[in-house]
């Protein structure tokens, strides 16, 4: 590979993710073995601001951790117009799940040096974007119990662990939407406004949806009884959930969610802003390493 068509990549990974400390020797053999050069500038908890820092010295970001490493360079990679590569070195890695991105990380640097950069759409809630999924009600409160202890130790059932100490103390609460010129009154126990296909270690969020459908998916979990959620799993997994008579779900660009006190918003896992919550969908706003739309798993086309 000549010198002249060498790619420089700015490589971060997160030490605190759940595989943070995943070997990189082989990584940056496989990315040099498809003409892309890593640098690693020193430590800096503040990814955003390595990303800006370094913008003009790169081609490309390559990302190592979850789903909250991808969610807090995301204002970065907007700003700089830089496209992402990602190693999935987090618990459930919802985003590269969505993607069909390979789960091996030495993969995932093979497929970063074959792959185009695909445009995808970010979901921004009060000047917070986010990939995968805002929530407000019982996975914010999930996510306030979920420590990346936990994670760590757990992976993917630390979040079954979590969901069944805040399911007994969750309670209904009222919600005002404004939305497609419509207001409405609703009493639930989670409101979740979902950009990307897959959320919280397994499940979806409609089962249609995909990272660059230019869409919002709303969904409200309008259930009389906790143990109702327990019935509903199958579905939450599947993403039809809003084919059941309790759960209100419609798709959208743009909504309003208010409360009658402020509540903590969740967005890709971590407690960012609080309601009244104003969510719009940013479409095509960064490009990500990925395969196809035609080539990713489980996806389900809507009709023509």
Excluded at 50 to 67: F, P, Q, S, T, W
Excluded at 136 to 149: N, P, Q, V
Excluded at 172 to 186: A, K, N
Aim: glycine share 10%; proline share 7%.
């Amino acid at each position: 590979m000549s010198a002249a068509s060498t790619r420089r990549a700015l490589l971060l990974v997160n030490p605190n993710a759940r595989n943070g400390s995943f070997s990189l020797d082989s990584v940056r053999e496989a990315l040099r073995d498809a003409g892309i050069e890593p640098f690693e500038p020193p430590g800096d908890p503040d990814c955003t601001a390595v990303i800006k820092r370094h913008a003009k010295e790169c081609d490309l970001v390559i990302l190592g951790g979850g789903d909250g490493t991808m969610n807090s360079a995301a204002p970065a990679l907007v700003e700089t117009g830089l496209p992402l590569g990602i190693l999935p070195l987090g618990t459930a890695n919802d985003l590269a799940r969505s993607l069909g991105l390979p789960t091996d990380p030495v993969e995932a640097a093979r497929l970063i040096g074959t792959a185009q950069p695909q445009a995808v759409d970010l979901g921004w809630v009060n000047g917070r974007y986010y990939f995968n999924v805002a929530s407000i009600g019982f996975s914010a409160e999930l996510a306030g119990d979920l420590t990346s202890e936990s994670k760590k130790k757990w992976g993917t059932l630390g979040y079954a662990i979590a969901a069944m100490r805040v399911l007994r103390r969750v309670r209904p609460f009222t919600v005002y939407l404004e939305h497609d010129g419509q207001t409405e009154t609703i009493t639930t126990i989670q409101v979740s406004v979902g950009n990307g296909r897959h959320y919280g270690g397994g499940m979806t969020v409609e089962e249609t949806a995909t990272v660059d459908d230019g869409k919002l998916d709303f969904y409200s979990l309008e259930v009389s009884h906790w143990w109702r959620l327990i019935a509903l799993l199958p579905a939450l997994r599947r993403g039809t959930q809003g084919k059941a008579a309790d759960v209100r779900a419609f798709n959208t660009t743009e909504i309003v969610v208010k409360t009658k006190k402020p509540r903590p918003v969740n967005t890709d896992g971590e407690l960012s802003t609080y309601t009244p919550a104003h969510f719009k969908v940013v479409p095509k706003a960064i490009r990500i390493y990925a395969p196809e739309p035609s080539a990713r798993p489980g996806i389900i086309p809507t009709a023509s």
